[in-house]
């Protein structure tokens, strides 16, 4: 199937003028995500409390963040976008000025974290169901690119915003920080359509049970308590049973025989997870073998860094121009050469990594760009919010998998074993391997992209 022709924009939004606003929302959206990360500390001091009980500043934000994007997603197949922005941005604004006002009271911070996360995960599903909804299949590549770049860097410079504002002024002032997006709410309001209500309804009982077991499912890859697991497994369950048998259900079953879409959703995560393992545990690697302080740390980190905004735009370019199979293809192989140089000369200079990681950012960009153009072209006009709110959500897991996993991986004698000649260091082998064991996560997901969209063509129609 060509799914580059199967669907048409609406010409409501004027697409030129909307991209510096959506890429505005975007950031403060996912800046969120890790600006706290470096105040912790300080919160923890204030309050007297135990790393597991200040871990929820971080853990109540994305577990509501994570499942609010389906939920979102769901909505924007129902409600007007324009509707469903203006109710995510107060809540956003209301929950971050809520914090930044009671920020010496514990629950209430938490509380505050939580409204946050509800509010953001608007922006982060939404944004994504206006890219296939407003903008032609030969432009969505650079948009997601686009999109890419500013998560990448709005992760990135988070902790470095957080550190700043916390260490020179106080913790709580971070809670104004996504008070500034409001700055697009004028331009959106007057800009996009306030659409009728589309047919159909809100499955409260469904997206409870959906949202409570994916909430379990975040906090057992959290916190490895198995309770959690249990009360995920259960929801999940019912909410299975749930879709099958009410008539206008969550998410209609015939989405998840969506062949395309569900194996495209597993061939990113995959991918994706492989990419958060490689981020989660070359810290450590730079520290343990290569005996690098936090500085020099950094500076290995920093040309990736950068790189991946320039990528991600390069990327969506090229998917417009050439197709978002080539651009995946391409990007599945810069990050498998990347892995492969880091395994074969893990211990022989920090600058190896230095220039490898700059190809496996770049590499995880074409792969986040062009999936999720062969993703959203699956999707039907219905089906477009709920589709992009899962992959999302895919993604989202996967990550908290890959990081989890690899931190469990370093922890297992069997990875400290001399496999490779070129590696001669104790204290690189058990990195090697799981970098070794990070590529064939490579080649798995690629064998994946393909049985999804091995047919689709190469250049864009």
Not at 373 to 400: H, K, N, P, R, Y
């Amino acid at each position: 199937m060509d799914y580059d022709k199967q669907q048409q924009p609406s010409p409501a939004l004027d697409v030129k003028k909307s991209v510096p606003w959506l890429i505005w929302l975007i950031f403060f959206s996912v800046l969120n995500e890790t600006v706290f990360n470096v105040a912790t500390p300080g919160i923890a001091r204030q309050f007297a409390l135990q790393p597991s009980a200040i871990s929820m500043v971080l853990t109540g934000f994305s577990v509501v963040f994570g499942v609010g994007s389906v939920v979102y997603g769901r909505l924007a197949d129902i409600y007007s976008l324009r509707r469903l922005i203006l109710i995510g941005l107060s809540i956003y604004s209301g929950g971050s000025l809520f914090g930044f006002a009671a920020h010496e009271w514990y629950p209430a911070v938490i509380a505050a974290r939580v409204v946050q996360g509800a509010g953001a995960s608007s922006m982060a599903g939404i944004i994504m169901v206006m890219v296939v909804r407003y903008f032609a299949p030969k432009d969505r590549g650079k948009m997601f690119g686009i999109i890419g770049s500013t998560v990448a860097f709005s992760e990135g410079i988070g902790p470095v915003v957080g550190g700043f504002v916390a260490g020179r002024y106080h913790w709580s002032l971070l809670f104004l920080i996504p008070v500034l997006s409001l700055a697009a709410l004028p331009y959106l309001l007057r800009r996009l359509p306030n659409e009728p209500r589309k047919p159909g309804k809100l499955d409260i009982p469904g997206a409870l049970a959906l949202a409570g077991g994916l909430a379990c499912l975040i906090l057992f890859l959290t916190y490895l308590k198995w309770i959690w697991l249990l009360l995920s497994a259960a929801l999940l369950a019912v909410f299975a049973l749930h879709i099958v048998r009410t008539e206008e259900p969550f998410i209609e079953p015939r989405l998840l025989r969506n062949r395309p879409f569900v194996v495209g959703m597993l061939a990113g995560s995959v991918m994706l997870a492989a990419g958060m393992g490689l981020i989660f545990m070359m810290p450590l690697m730079l520290s343990h073998v290569h005996h690098l302080a936090a500085d020099g740390i950094g500076w290995v980190l920093f040309p990736g860094s950068i790189g991946v905004i320039a990528f991600g735009v390069i990327g969506g370019n090229l998917a417009d121009r050439k197709g978002n199979t080539l651009v995946f293809y391409s990007g599945a192989g810069l990050f498998l050469s990347s892995l492969l140089i880091m395994a074969l000369f893990a211990d022989l200079t920090p600058w190896v990594p230095a220039g490898a990681l700059l190809l496996s950012y770049s590499g995880i960009s074409f792969v986040k760009t062009s999936l999720s153009g062969s993703v959203s072209m699956t999707l039907g006009e219905q089906e477009a919010g709920i589709g992009m709110g899962l992959l999302s959500l895919a993604c989202f897991f996967a990550e908290t998998v890959g990081a989890a996993l690899a931190g469990k991986l370093l922890e297992q004698s069997a990875l400290a074993l001399p496999l490779l000649p070129t590696v001669r260091s104790d204290a690189a082998f058990p990195y090697s391997n799981l970098l070794l064991l990070l590529s064939v996560l490579i080649v798995v997901g690629s064998w994946l992209y393909a049985k999804a969209f091995g047919n689709n063509k190469l250049h864009a129609q």
